[in-house]
């Protein structure tokens, strides 16, 4: 490569690539911080980032003349909306929503589009703008090349998100050593020397910039942010107002300092009914549990949490007071329970609603199985969910429904307790009801739990909220979660919304669109929606199965971008593109049936690593077939825009579906099934044997 315009313009499609990919990952985490870990958020971001993408493709197609220096440019703009777009997000979301509270669907999609899409419509416009400006010095240049140029710099930006900027970094930080490279690499392309030196001087005085200003971008509009920390789990914040302090993780509270009454009921109304609690198993606290289990001199606590931080700012902020035989672990509580065989005497689930896929995987049937088989002789389970003395929402009765019919498939007595919240109480032996009385025969002071207990748990209550229970309910799965469907349709229906709209828009706008498409363009959009839904796939069966994709999220997403330009690569050195188009979608279906049984049969059972490599041959599979479709239709830079814009609306389609629709309702394999029936529709089609368009 001697012409060093040419190299200047590849290095701007590879830095490109590495800060749009770190972008991507920063804005994934902002918006799980800002709307409570949801996980049908990292859809709609991605759906968003795909389609403004796709969008800003075809508008290239438009482009009459391309030169050098308008890309440094671009590329200049492109560096310093990013920390503009972070900032909207942290200030716009209070400001519009007020802060902490959900947001229903279309504010959340209408807001995630509307912050995200001016970055990601301009990264969409760059790729093919960079190879017609590229063209303009080499004519034969290939549309793969510029495909495989920002791939590399694709998985570059994840490898260095996930390994150095995740654990080291906070997000504007991130976003500077991200795009400082960019600047970098246009400042060399600039039009004069002028612009070689203001353009990169400019992204850098707004990079510091947004740096200086983050902490105060994330103060509350009440009461006073006294500490903030980013771990590769999750945001972290302790607020304080008045004599309250408040520790929320990803916008969620989680434990206060004033809440006696959380940490009381929890503590005493399950282990007044062991006679001598020697051993107690804690997952999460509310604040102040320990406090309330000393009462009970148990020889072991097993204090649970994920997050280390989480436990160092309990004990540096005195939410949580230890003594001694508490032991604090560091680890996700599912994956404890399957690698340690201790019995205990109670297990205490304080944990928020389930109403993300990290939380569902606590109240599920294979999780109360494990449960069970660790507790003693006369243990009890205990948890809470949302509910009311008198009265239950329809969807708050086919939770509770679904959550006692679960939990009484592994336990003999499962009592529920009526009240804001509603407790379970399950056990192999019957529960005692009078937990006043327990109370008092085992010397055990409460200001609330013993008190008022008999005014506000009558038997009238428990005989009625017992009676409002749905026998038939469905059985809480894995691979099939019920409340995870019941949270989707509770997203609606607490803000009066239906998702019929925008699904049948949805539909329209996608029927429209693949109308236009020839057959090798509609293998490739199929082949985009299968390679994004099988990512949507992993990063639901990793939460699901190893319960911290926050962490890993952009480890996952590096393999899945590692497996494209490998698969590219490979795919520009063959020939027949008719016959292997048709070769790799029979085994994309085989790949993704084999994915499917693996995550049937063995679950819990099946490694990290398993999923990157999973991810990454998928990947490689689809990738392979991006050189294929190429050399089918021509190598023209109309054919390149076109098909680059086909495959991103393509994995839009696949992020939407599957992270918004498919896994929620249908579970995991109803979504790998639906991957696959649309495979199998444009292979038969490429075929000529089938034509829906």
Known sequence: MKNPTKRAILHIVIATGVASVVTQLVLMREFLAQFQGNEPIVALVLFTWLVAGGIGTRLARRVLSAHAGQLARLSFL????????????????????????????????????????????????????????????????????????????????????????????????????????????????????????????????????????????????????????????????????????????????????????????????????????????????????????????????????????????????????????????????????????????????????????????????????????????????????????????????QIISSLWKTARRHFAHVRLLPGEPIFFLCRQEPVDLDIPGRLARAGVDTLYAGPYFSGEVTRERIDRLEAALDRNAPVNGDMHPYLMQLAMVQWFTKFGNSPGWFMSLAAAALLFFLARLGRAEFVLFTTGMTAMGIQMVLIFAFQIYLGYIYAKIGMLVTVCLAGLPAGAWWGRRVKKAHVLLLATDGMLIILIIGLTAALHLVGDGLPGIFYYVSGFMLSAACGFQIPLALSFMGDAPEAAARIFSVDLVGAAAGALLCGALLIPYLGISGATLVLAGGKLVGMLRLAGRYAPF
């Open 78 to 397: 492109l560096a310093m909306l990013a920390p503009a777009q972070i900032m909207a997000v942290r200030l716009l979301r209070p400001m519009l929503f007020g802060a902490g509270t959900s947001v229903g669907f279309y504010a959340t999609f209408l807001f995630t589009a509307a912050t995200m899409a001016p970055y990601a419509l301009l990264v969409g416009y760059l790729l093919p703008y960079s190879l017609y400006v590229i063209r303009r010095i080499e004519t034969g240049y290939t549309g793969v090349g510029i495909y495989l140029a920002d791939n590399i710099g694709d998985v570059c930006g994840g490898a260095l998100f996930t390994f150095v900027l995740v654990v080291w970094a906070d997000p504007m930080p991130s976003l500077l050593v991200a795009h400082l490279p960019l600047a970098m690499a246009a400042g060399r392309l600039a039009a004069n020397r002028w612009e070689q030196l203001a353009g990169p001087l400019e992204v850098l005085c707004v990079l510091l910039g947004a740096v200086w200003f983050e902490p105060l971008s994330l103060a509350p509009t009440g009461g006073r942010l006294v500490h903030y920390e980013e771990t590769p789990h999750g945001r972290l914040t302790v607020h304080q107002s008045s004599e309250q302090t408040t520790l929320f993780a990803n916008g969620r509270p989680m434990a206060a300092s004033h809440d006696p009454m959380t940490a009381e009921r929890l503590v005493h109304y399950a282990l007044c009914q062991v006679s001598t609690p020697r051993r107690v198993l804690l997952i999460a606290s509310r604040g102040g549990m320990l406090a309330q289990l000393q009462k009970y001199h148990p020889a072991a606590v097993d204090y649970v949490e994920l997050d280390p931080a989480m436990i160092r700012l309990m004990y540096t902020y005195d939410l949580e007071h230890p003594f001694e035989g508490v032991h604090a672990v560091e680890a996700d509580a599912r994956i404890w329970l399957m690698q340690h065989t201790a019995a205990y005497d109670a297990v205490l689930i304080s944990l928020p609603e389930p109403e993300t896929f990290q939380l569902n995987r606590f109240y599920t049937d294979p999780f109360f199985a494990l449960v069970a088989q660790r507790l003693t002789h006369g243990g009890i389970l205990c948890f809470s969910v949302e509910g009311a003395a008198n009265y239950l929402t329809r969807a708050q009765r």
